[in-house]
């Protein structure tokens, strides 16, 4: 924790998913949360949730010690020197997910990076708006930080302290690296998933009968709103076109490959799938790091009231920590194959547990990520 610093009163300008999260994250801190929103309902929706009080409009008392701006990327440097004009807080961090084009945009309008510390929480949901807020949303994610040499040691300290509060792990980054950083990890995969999910509108009853968890982890994040995604594509342009293009280029080679139909040709597409692999055994796990090696103990479940509470009430019986879980429902049928992640010596014993309570469990699966 950075010691010495407490963020006592912030302003959350934008409270939409992300600001009103903070706001509400903080609120359980007991600081004290003004909120602000050119959209009065989605303004409203978040006191009513709790997330804090109305900003005053003609307000001139005591600056926060920050002020939190949740706005889209091309609203950042603007928004920015409206707030430093009217004296908002002493110290000021905004959340979008690209950095070095509102840093660039907030020099250029004269904006005062002394107070001025870009952040960029890597948490979110496909679901959009203060509805869909959580104060728990940053518990143990990333947050980056893209101080500026102008940045003061001050203005760095209680953004970083902010991050703390809300649960997350600051990590400081240079903006354009991070930049290059989230279109590889984020904005692209999201342009992939949309581009997967886009085959979909033209599927018949039977393809979209015969879809399976695999079409649904895939294209989870196409859900999310499109105009907050041109916004942050349009932002971080080139990163994310370097990327397309790398994915794009590994596709159309398998395409021609596939259509050759050669056992050379599969042997070169199977190449891709070993790097997909190893890819995705690169993606720090759980508690960060290297990924576990869990074990899968599914679990045939009625859709019906009460049925998780149990599984996991024996779990705990049984002395089992529950790493990880997903649910699989059976289109067509009230019932789903929950799927139980734990460390593999733990789950014959939760199988058993839950054999001896009448539930249908086959043998664990070992050896799978999380």
Avoid at 218 to 224: E, G, L, N, P
Wanted: glycine letters at 10%; one cysteine or more.
């Amino acid at each position: 924790m950075t010691e010495g610093v407490e963020v006592r009163r912030v302003v959350v300008v934008g409270t939409g998913l992300i600001g009103t999260s903070i706001a509400l994250a903080m609120r359980e801190r007991g600081a004290e949360v003004l909120l602000t929103d050119r959209d009065a309902g989605a303004l409203r929706l978040a006191v009513e949730l709790g997330a804090g009080e109305p900003l005053p409009d003609a307000a001139r008392a005591e600056p926060a010690d920050l002020a939190v701006l949740a706005v889209p990327p091309a609203a950042v440097a603007v928004t920015l020197l409206d707030a430093q004009k009217r004296g908002l807080a002493t110290a000021y961090t905004d959340v979008a997910s690209v950095k070095a084009l509102p840093l660039a945009q907030a020099a250029e309008l004269g904006c005062d990076l002394s107070t001025f510390v870009a952040g960029h929480p890597l948490a979110g949901s496909e679901r959009s708006g203060p509805g869909a807020a959580r104060a728990d949303l940053f518990l143990g994610r990333p947050w980056a930080l893209c101080a500026t040499p102008e940045a003061s040691a001050a203005t760095v300290a209680v953004v970083r302290a902010l991050a703390e509060a809300c649960g997350a792990m600051p990590v400081e980054v240079e903006a354009a690296e991070h930049d290059r950083a989230v279109a590889l990890v984020s904005h692209g995969p999201h342009v992939v998933s949309a581009a997967v999910a886009a085959r979909l509108t033209g599927a018949d009853d039977v393809a979209l009968g015969l879809s399976g968890q695999g079409v649904r982890d895939v294209t989870r994040i196409a859900a999310s709103d499109p105009r907050l995604w041109i916004g942050i594509l349009s932002a971080n342009s080139v990163p994310v076109a370097e990327v397309l293009e790398a994915v794009a280029t590994d596709l159309a080679v398998a395409a021609s490959l596939l259509r050759d139909g050669s056992d050379e040709a599969a042997a070169h597409v199977a190449d891709l799938l070993l790097r997909g692999n190893a890819g995705r055994s690169r993606i720090p796990g759980k508690h960060g790091g290297d990924q576990s090696a869990y074990a899968i103990v599914q679990v045939v479940i009625p859709d019906r009231p009460g049925e998780l509470a149990m599984v996991f009430q024996a779990a705990g019986v049984a002395g089992v920590n529950i790493e990880d879980v997903t649910i699989e429902h059976s289109p067509g049928r009230p019932v789903g194959v929950l799927e139980i992640a734990v460390v593999p010596e733990e789950a014959e014993r939760l199988a058993a547990e839950l054999r001896g309570r009448g539930w249908s469990v086959p043998s664990p699966a070992g050896g799978a990520g999380p």
